[in-house]
Every structure is written in C-alpha cells, then in structure tokens.
C-alpha cells in the first residue's frame, strides 16, 4: 500500500485549503489574541476630560467607549460624579447607573453626533 493511505496520510497529502475556510481561521485567530490598549496622547486625554467635565456640569450626554481585550464597550448617559482620587466616575444611564474605571476609557464624545 502506498504511504499516502496509511495512518494519517491522508490529511497529510492534501494541502489545500478554500478560501472561505481561510478567511474564517484568520478571523478566528484574530479573535483569540488579545488586543493592546491604545495609548492616548495629552490632547486627546485633555479633550475627554472637557467632555466628562461637561457632562457632569451642564448635564450633556456623552457615549463612553471602554477598552476590552476583545471588543471595545461603549455606554452612553450622564456623568453624575467624578472621583479623581478613586479615578472612576458614575454614569447615570436609561438602564440606570454604572461605575466606570476612567483607565479604561478610550473615547469621549457627545452622545447626539
């Protein structure tokens, strides 16, 4: 018998492989490692903290988006309080309120743009 039918080689000798089942292990591998959390630049930090400072005084909505190894999280709602020392703050949304660890946030903006 040839040594292509014996044992496992029969998966050995083939070595194609369809695009759709390519593109789907990519995928599949991308979704497995963990993503980095992004650096944030001074600019970029000080116009988040305007925002968060905003919503807290004037009662803006603002959309919070949180870094998660996966897939980023975003909530969006008011800012009741800010506890710089604790660095989290309490966003009150329709669902009700939520503490948020501020060095998870990766961006700010108002919830109506």
């Known amino acids: 018998m040839s040594k292509k039918l014996q044992q496992n080689g029969i998966f050995e000798s083939s070595r194609m492989m ?9 995928i599949h591998q991308e979704q497995l490692a ?18 968060l400072s905003n919503s807290m005084l004037l009662g803006d ?5 949180l870094f998660h190894e996966h897939d980023d999280i975003r909530f969006t709602g008011q800012v009741l309080r800010l506890d710089s020392h604790a660095r989290t703050l309490k966003l ?11 060095n998870l946030i990766t961006d700010v903006v108002l919830a109506n743009e």
Not at 18 to 26: D, G, K, S, V
Not at 61 to 65: E, F, M, N
Not at 92 to 99: A, H, K, N, P
Request: glycine share 2%; aromatic share 2%; net charge negative.
């Open 61 to 65: 909505a603002v959309t919070i988006t």
């Open 34 to 51: 963990p993503r980095t959390r992004p650096s944030l630049d001074a600019q970029a930090a000080e116009e988040m903290s305007r925002l």
């Open 92 to 102: 009150l949304m329709e669902s009700g309120t939520r503490d948020i660890q501020m």
């Open 18 to 26: 369809l695009p759709e089942h390519r593109e789907a292990y990519i």
